[in-house]
């Protein structure tokens, strides 16, 4: 079974930047995409940004196109989020999440159901 540990957050200035990791262990599928989303305080989980499974393919929200870069290394089991022109409404818990890869040269899925396997999560605080 597959693991996902989040790394990389804590607390930034307004227009800062964070680069978010996240590393797999255990027994991974292959091929596998990842997806990041994020949870705000009383607000629901919300897609930040995927990757199909060799890194060629990327989807992100509109909220955060532009700013933020997704991309993975699969020699090292490991995806990241770079995060840039951070803002207050960026600070939330994000989490990596992994699934199959079932349509490789397709659009990766932004609805978090698509994704079975989850991290627990790291804290980005964004101050004004």
């Known amino acids: 079974q597959v693991q996902l540990v989040e790394s990389g957050g804590g607390l930034v200035q307004s227009g800062g930047s964070l680069r978010l990791s996240c590393t797999a262990s255990g027994r991974t599928p292959s091929p596998y995409g990842l997806g990041w989303f994020r949870q705000a305080p009383g607000k629901e989980r919300q897609f930040v940004a995927a990757?199909?499974?060799?890194?060629?393919?990327?989807t992100y929200a509109d909220s955060v196109k532009g700013r933020f870069t997704i991309s993975r290394d699969n020699a090292k089991k490991t995806g990241h989020l770079q995060m840039t022109s951070l803002r207050p409404d960026d600070t939330a818990v994000y989490y990596c999440?992994?699934?199959?890869?079932?349509?490789?040269?397709?659009?990766?899925?932004?609805?978090?159901?698509?994704?079975?396997?989850w991290g627990q999560g790291t804290q980005v605080t964004v101050s004004s």
């Open positions: 999440a992994a699934r199959v890869e079932t349509n490789p040269l397709g659009t990766p899925p932004r609805d978090s159901r698509a994704y079975p396997t």
């Open positions: 990757v199909n499974w060799n890194g060629a393919i990327t």
